[in-house]
């Protein structure tokens, strides 16, 4: 594999701007004491991991997600089914746009599934072990020679019956505006016969769809999280589409090109966006996050 399909985006600091309502210093301050609780309580989480399993291990594992990312000021929105998989013990590759950290947050509070991941997440304290117990496939982004047994693995657990989930993007975008989805990753779904089920993540204050939780640009993690601390009202919008049957797509880029078109067709009507001049993905309302 060439790095070719290592991906880039074009959103940059000049995406994440606006007006939107921040709460006070002492919120904030106390917002970031009550994450940082829910994720050291994660520790207790790891043993409630070991000793449970099926929905009992998998309510668990959703109710810390939902904690942690209320811990952070942001609300849970979920539209369409409650969960990724329309049967149980069936496999299904879910595959989401990308914005920021709490994507994964968010996808997890919805139904804890397999993520493929970057590999550094594994080494995040706290959070990587627990990512890593949840079977997290990491993908190594300097060695793409490792795609094709990625791919396997994924077949693998989708064979199994596992809910995997992709960022098929391959990089964060602002969440106005976002990239081609990579069809290599859609292989694995090809190989195990399973559904694809897209979804689309939207960050929104009030009635405004908001970049600042998009983790783009010069952004480092604290600089990431410091924003969403101070945000009044943030919420993170799960729309769960329809599932793509199997045998709809003969090819990896055919499926690829299926999802993406099914995402794109989500549009942030009814909602303004932040105004910036400082970048090209904004308008007086929104566009299709695809545009």
Known sequence: MSHAWMPTSPCGDGCVGGQVPQVGK???????????????????LLLGIAVTRGRTRETLVRNWFHAVLRGFGARLKVHGPKRFQETRGRGVLVVANHVSWLDELAIDAVQPIRIVAKRDIKDWPVLGPIITSARTVYLDRERLRLLPGTVRELSDALREGAAVGIHAEGTTWCGLAGGRYKPALFQAALDAGVPVRPIVL??????????HPAFVG?????????RVLSLKGLVVEVHVLDEIAPGRASTRRELAALAESQANRLTSSGLEVERSERDSHRAATSTPLGA
């Open 202 to 211: 939207r960050y929104r204050v009030g009635e405004r769809t908001t970049t």
């Open 26 to 44: 002492v919120r904030q301050v106390w917002r970031a004491f009550a994450a940082v609780t829910m994720i050291l309580c994660g520790v207790f």
């Open 218 to 226: 010069s952004d480092t993690l604290v600089d990431s999280i410091k």
